[in-house]
Nanobody, 122 residues
Framework: QVQLVESGGGSVQAGGSLRLSCAVS????????MAWFRQAPGKDRERVAC????????YYPDSVKGRFTLSVDKAKNTGHLEMNRLKPEDSAVYYCATSRNCYSSASAYPYWGQGTQVTVSS
């Protein structure tokens, strides 16, 4: 079965950086896109990054644009989310996910990681 395993979460002070990793195993179409979502308590799950495999286009919401960078290392079957200049409002559980396209809705992604906690203190 397809499995995505996240790692790299933790606690950091505002202004700091973290790099999350997503290891992928099992069969996934090589053209599948990779996305990252986050969910804070009491809030909806929101997409913070996506890499569309057909064109290598990337998508970031204004809240993280310029601070977060998604990359994929195909040789290692691993995706990464580099998060810089972190803010307290970035605190959430972060999930990697993959699907055929860069859908905005979490419900459109069939495969998910287990999530990793990111806590940013002021």
């Amino acid at each position: 079965q397809v499995q995505l395993v996240e790692s790299g979460g933790g606690s950091v002070q505002a202004g700091g950086s973290l790099r999350l990793s997503c290891a992928v195993s099992g069969y996934i179409d090589s053209s599948y896109s990779m996305a990252w979502f986050r969910q804070a308590p009491g809030k909806d799950r929101e997409r913070v990054a996506c890499l569309y495999s057909e064109t290598d286009a990337t998508y970031y919401p204004d809240s993280v644009k310029g601070r977060f960078t998604l990359s994929v290392d195909k040789a290692k079957n691993t995706g990464h989310l580099e998060m810089n200049r972190l803010k307290p409002e970035d605190s959430a559980v972060y999930y990697c996910a993959t699907s055929r396209n860069c859908y905005s809705s979490a419900s459109a992604y069939p495969y998910w990681g287990q999530g990793t906690q990111v806590t940013v203190s002021s």
